[in-house]
């Protein structure tokens, strides 16, 4: 089955430690995502690559850094920059088809 | 102001219909959606129409879109309780998708 995988599914994470999540996709899918989910916020875009080794800030960048290594893999790492990292994050890569988002199952991160 | 505005929160009984109303701001978007999700989970798309259309129609679910008003909508026919989610409208000028916040539905037996 085509999809995206996310791992962590639970993170936890003492103040002042940086934290890694994974996002691998088989979909063959250029464009990745990743937002970040807070309750009553809907979705804020963190950062997004349309292709290998190029990827661009989003609109809550600051203390989070990505990678695209790779076309299948675009991981996330929350910095201890970032002020209040508790929260739900979403990858996701987008098909050339009607341009439709395929989500992962989403990286609940808690600082404790 | 936001560029997807939806309201938070809609109950409906159970058998009755639902309507999530959304209104978007970029009328270059070629496509309009709408994405599904459950507790805990990532989100799944459910429609999208294109955007030259009007009405697009598929099983229990009817997508309505004014482009003079930037207004699109969701009908949930014969809504059930394993309706009960949050509903995300989207719009995607330039290729980077915008979510609206999110409509709660809550569906009472």
């Known amino acids: 089955d085509g999809g995206i995988t996310q791992s962590p599914k639970y993170l936890f994470r003492k103040e002042g430690q940086n934290v890694t999540l994974s996002c691998e996709q088989n979909?063959?899918?250029?464009?990745m995502y990743w937002y970040r989910q807070d309750p009553g916020q809907g979705l804020r875009l963190i950062y997004y690559?349309?292709?290998?080794?190029?990827?661009q800030k989003g609109d809550i960048a600051e203390g989070y850094s990505v990678s695209r290594e790779k076309k299948e893999s675009f991981p996330l790492t929350v910095t201890s920059a970032q002020k209040n990292p508790t929260a739900f994050y979403l990858c996701?890569?987008?098909?050339?088809?009607?341009?439709?988002?395929?989500f992962g199952a989403g990286s609940r991160l808690t600082v404790l | 102001g936001e560029d997807v505005e939806q309201s938070l929160f809609l109950s409906v009984r159970e058998g009755d219909s639902s309507v999530i109303n959304c209104t978007y701001t970029?009328?270059?978007?070629?496509?309009l959606y709408w994405y599904k999700q459950e507790p805990g989970a990532g989100l799944q798309l459910l429609t999208y129409i294109f955007s030259n259309m009007d009405m697009k129609q598929d099983q229990r679910l009817t997508v309505l879109l004014n482009k003079k008003d930037k207004h699109l909508s969701l009908r949930i026919a014969d809504t059930q309780t394993g309706d009960s989610a949050i509903y995300f409208c989207a719009e995607t000028p330039s290729y980077i998708p915008t979510f609206g916040r999110g409509t709660s539905l809550i569906v009472h037996p």
């Open positions: 690559s349309q292709i290998v080794n190029d990827f």
């Open positions: 979909l063959n899918h250029d464009a």
């Open positions: 970029d009328s270059s978007s070629t496509y």
């Open positions: 996701a890569a987008r098909g050339s088809g009607a341009n439709v988002l395929t």
